[in-house]
């Protein structure tokens, strides 16, 4: 398996545009984490979902953010409309969990967003 | 909510000395801890993964133990390298919710 696949590496973009990120899962993983990397906060939880249902999605800064899982092997995150402060690496990670049984995660190489 | 502890934030250590990194949480019923590597610009490599079942988890030249009573974990490295030089990051993870993680510890090998 190839791992966590995410798409864009790096995307720069004018604020008020539309970004999306992608992320494809391990195969066979059920669960997947977008997280927001940045200097000041560290890794912050975005949103976590399981067997495609979003299970915590406090940490979704405000309606501009959205995430979805069309299909179990793929995700997106999207901003819209993008700010200067949205600027950070963004992770996507995925793991297998069920009852009684909890995987290691593993995480994507990130996607780095410059908001300009 | 869950808080995970790094100390120290930073260290710097000739090569060839053992080494221990330490993490700290709030919570102790946690359903397991994993520990991760993050070189500069990339993404975060496993290292190890402890169950709440478990004491310590071995991989080469580095071991992981878990206390949950007290709740801690510790990272040891043997025999220090320069290409060890990586931030160090620990998250534990409750049952049927995401990792959450520790602000991690900066580690520099000096040759």
């Known amino acids: 398996d190839a791992g966590v696949i995410q798409s864009p590496r790096h995307e720069v973009t004018e604020m008020g545009q539309e970004v999306t990120l992608r992320c494809k899962l391990i195969s066979g993983h059920n669960s997947l984490f977008w997280y927001r990397q940045t200097m000041m906060r560290g890794l912050e939880l975005l949103i976590y979902?399981?067997?495609?249902?979003?299970?915590?999605d406090s940490g979704m800064p405000e309606d501009r953010f959205s995430a979805k899982m069309p299909n179990a092997s793929f995700s997106t995150l999207k901003i819209q409309p993008s700010e200067p402060r949205d600027s950070a690496v963004y992770f996507c990670?995925?793991?297998?969990?069920?009852?009684?049984?909890?995987?290691?995660?593993?995480f994507g190489q990130g996607t780095r967003l410059t908001v300009v | 909510k869950q808080e995970v502890t790094q100390i120290p934030a930073a260290l710097s250590v000739p090569e060839g000395e053992n080494l221990v990194l330490n993490c700290s949480f709030t919570?102790?019923?946690?359903?397991?801890l994993q520990w991760f590597r993050q070189d500069p610009g990339k993404g975060l490599t496993s290292l190890l993964l402890?169950?709440?079942?478990?004491r310590e988890q071995t991989s080469g030249r580095l071991n992981a133990s878990l206390d949950k009573s007290s709740g801690r974990s510790t990272l040891y490295i043997a025999a220090s390298q320069p290409g060890d030089s990586a931030t160090y990051l620990c998250?534990?993870?409750?049952?049927?919710?995401?990792?959450?993680f520790g602000k991690g510890t900066s580690l520099l090998v000096t040759p």
């Open positions: 919570d102790s019923a946690i359903y397991n």
């Open positions: 402890i169950q709440s079942s478990q």
């Open positions: 998250a534990v993870r409750h049952s049927g919710y995401a990792l959450n």
């Open positions: 979902f399981n067997n495609n249902v979003p299970i915590d």
């Open positions: 990670a995925s793991s297998y969990f069920t009852t009684g049984m909890n995987t290691e995660a593993f």
